[in-house]
């Protein structure tokens, strides 16, 4: 049996695949503009782009030590990205 390597983008991916099933469920009881199903499919999406993300950063990068730091240098990127995109 191969060893699972938990890295930061494994832990986005369950944590968006976490919210798309609380949507779903109904417990997002946000007062916003955009309907559940969109939610849902947007987190989908995202979760489809980081898991194939985080295969190609596996696929170039051996050491874990790299890709600890490669793959959170690149969330904390996202994130900043995300809040920048949403200021303006």
Not at 19 to 27: E, M, N, P, S
Not at 34 to 54: C, E, M, P, R
Request: with cysteine; proline share 2%; net charge positive.
């Amino acid at each position: 049996m191969p060893k699972i390597k938990l890295t930061p983008l494994n832990i986005v991916v369950s944590l968006c695949l976490a919210y798309a099933v609380y949507c779903l469920l109904g417990l997002d009881s946000g007062n916003s503009a955009i309907s559940t199903t969109a939610k849902v499919g947007y987190t989908l999406a995202l979760t489809l782009i980081l898991f194939l993300t985080d295969i190609l950063f596996r696929r170039f990068i051996k050491g874990i030590k790299w890709l600890w730091l490669i793959q959170g240098s690149f969330v904390l990127l996202i994130i900043v990205m995300m809040i920048i995109a949403k200021k303006i």
